[in-house]
């Protein structure tokens, strides 16, 4: 697995979840790094499962999420850096 | 059909004609501080949850006295008062009508209304919809609110209603046991409907005991199991997640929506024992790495309902949780939670199962079921038709709906007894001793994530919403489970897709409201002349 930078795994992210977002009123742009897309309310758990299937596809990645802490899931930034890391081979 | 080979004998009239919270009474009278609830990071013994529950009844029975309907409404979510909550209505001999602060507020004002409910236990985070919802509500309400203690402030917001905080919470003693006759309303619950308004389901304490009964002899519970809460109270799951473990002294370990997110971590960390929830929870554990090779040695069963449990799902989950049993269980809301049971045999079941599908298996001792054909005369064997079931736990029908209650509970030709027409589409079994397997619906009703949903009703959404005749709605991606969301088409050019969007998802709950709206100059149609959802379908296939 080549290494995907956190900066490239957001920005695909908020690109995949552009419209929800833009929906709810926020800017793409502008979420603070903890801003959580499940309490927000821009996903559901399937809505999860969609955009993991996308980011793995895009990146041609195969990402273990057992050990994500179940409060940074659905946190833009910490689930950012936690693919990114996970693509630098094992720790 | 042959009942199931695993069942036991059905319970008797004598033993569920009593109220449905008389098991958690027993549970709270022998095992007093043995813990009955885990919730918001506290752990609610069974004196303390029985004395809470109490309480509440008491305020009920001071502030309302009397009067119809016999129904309480618990705006509550996932929080201690949630479930005092609806014991306490039990307690006060109403039947509890649970409300969700997650749907839309236009939804829950619908069922308060149509329930006619007349108190209303609130708790704090419900609290901050509560002047809203009850904007539209004319007659004057009893507001319980037990986290609050600050009267005066309250007693101003709520004007014409009665407001009352914990201080002014009855004691627990004061409450004087209340006759409740069994075959009145236990809990009211609503379900998609076809024409745009959704069925309040009225269930009785018999229909839920006879359910109840059947699954705690089933699954031999005892004081010492751990049960899984994923379900919403507005979902009828919840019922096995809260009653079979209260009849029997056993911890019900109720996760918060965050928690939820990671349902391994969950199992592990709150020991359980049982596991119950829709099979795409499972489905997304799978997804996320969850389902690793003996993860949860805790679990000894593991219960899947609410959609098609895919055979390969059934097979992992059984690998990560080495030492249950994985049962499969059908039903209706109507037909109160569940009424057929498959048990997963690793040896058997794949060959049992069809297009990667477990069969729902045989009915519940006590429920029989049939398959008819569309005079409701019974087909023969090996031929498909529509699962209709009887017996004990078929429900009061629909509250206030004689119509939609007379069309889907009938007498078919040369029964007396009343039967569920289910809409699911089954195949009488060949062999009498074989399972029945589930092989789809009858109309346009799709399961997303468990919830069972009219399309009928969306498209009633989107038409109201978009002033346009020509719509309609799909259940797409298509899963082995069902359905992953709802996407909608609308037959005006001119819509503003985005901004009808955002109009249904105020006014349709969760899974109901569609996750994309297509505008097309027309919609297809096929040689009936009736919109063509096949093409629509495909359309959505080339898109991805």
């Known amino acids: ?91 | 059909m042959g009942a199931t080979p695993t069942g036991g004998p059905a319970p008797t009239e004598a033993q569920i004609a009593r109220p449905l919270h008389a098991g958690f009474e027993r549970s709270a009278a022998s095992f007093p501080g043995r813990p009955a609830l885990e919730v918001g990071g506290r752990t609610l013994s069974y004196a303390e949850l029985r004395d809470y529950a109490a309480s509440l009844a008491a305020t009920l029975i001071r502030e309302a006295p009397g009067g119809e309907p016999a129904l309480t409404a618990v705006f509550a979510y996932r929080s201690a008062t949630a479930f005092a909550g609806l014991l306490g209505a039990l307690m006060r001999g109403h039947g509890y009508v649970p409300l969700n602060h997650n749907f839309p507020l236009e939804r829950t004002r619908l069922m308060l209304e149509h329930a006619g409910c007349n108190a209303l236990i609130v708790d704090t985070a419900s609290l901050l919809q509560l002047e809203e919802l009850l904007d539209g509500v004319d007659r004057p309400m009893v507001l319980i609110l037990p986290e609050e203690s600050e009267a005066a402030a309250l007693v101003a917001r709520f004007p014409g209603h009665t407001v009352v905080t914990a201080p002014e919470l009855e004691p627990a003693a004061s409450l004087d046991p209340v006759e409740v006759d069994p075959g009145d309303t236990a809990y009211l619950l609503f379900t998609s409907g076809s024409t745009g308004t959704p069925k309040a389901v009225m269930v009785s304490h018999r229909n839920a005991n006879h359910y109840v009964d059947v699954l705690v002899q089933r699954y031999s519970v005892t004081e010492h199991d751990r049960f899984s809460q994923t379900a919403e109270m507005t979902f009828d799951n919840s019922v096995l997640d809260m009653f079979v473990p209260w009849q029997c002294g056993a911890c019900v370990c109720c996760p918060s929506r965050k928690t939820l997110i990671k349902p391994g971590r969950y199992i592990r960390e709150s020991e359980l024992t049982v596991w119950f929830s829709v099979p795409s929870t499972a489905i997304f554990m799978r997804r996320l790495g969850a389902l690793k090779p003996a993860s949860y040695p805790s679990l000894r069963w593991s219960l899947f309902a609410g959609e098609a449990l895919p055979a390969e799902v059934a097979e992992e989950w059984l690998v990560a949780a080495p030492n249950c049993t994985v049962e499969n269980l059908y039903g209706p809301t109507e037909v109160t939670v569940d009424c057929l049971i498959y048990r997963w045999d690793p040896a058997r079941s794949p060959d049992e199962c069809e297009h990667g599908v477990v069969p729902i298996g045989y009915p519940v001792p006590g429920m029989t079921a049939l398959v008819a054909d569309e005079a409701l005369h019974e087909v023969e064997p090996g031929t498909e038709g529509e699962l209709l079931v009887s017996g004990p736990q078929v429900s009061l029908g629909y509250l206030r709906d004689p119509e939609r209650t007379a069309a889907a509970f009938v007498v078919p030709p040369g029964h007396d007894a009343i039967h569920y027409r289910t809409g699911d589409l089954v195949r009488r079994p060949a062999d009498p001793d074989a399972p029945v397997p589930y092989l789809g619906r009858l109309d346009h009703q799709i399961q997303i994530f468990g919830e069972r949903i009219e399309l009928g009703e969306v498209e009633a959404a989107i038409r109201e919403e978009s002033g346009v005749d020509a719509v309609v709605a799909l259940g797409w991606p298509v899963t082995t489970a069902g359905a992953g969301g709802i996407e909608a088409f609308v037959a005006d050019p001119d819509a503003d897709a985005g901004d009808l969007k955002r109009r249904l998802r105020e006014r349709l709950p969760g899974q109901m409201a569609p996750r994309g709206v297509h505008v097309l100059p027309e919609l297809p149609l096929n040689d009936n002349g009736k919109f063509d959802r096949k093409a629509l379908m495909k359309m959505l296939e080339e898109a991805t």
């Open chain 1, 1 to 91: 697995m080549s290494k995907v930078s956190t900066e490239e795994i957001r920005s695909f992210v908020l690109q995949e979840l552009d419209e929800p977002l833009r929906a709810l009123g926020h800017e793409p742009g502008e979420l603070p790094d903890e801003f959580d897309l499940h309490e927000s309310g821009v996903i559901d758990s399937f809505g999860i499962l969609e955009l993991i299937t996308a980011l793995e596809d895009r990146f041609s990645l195969e990402i273990d999420y057992e050990n994500l802490d179940p409060e940074e899931l659905t946190k833009v930034g910490p689930f950012a850096r936690y693919v990114s890391q996970q693509t630098a081979g094992p720790a």
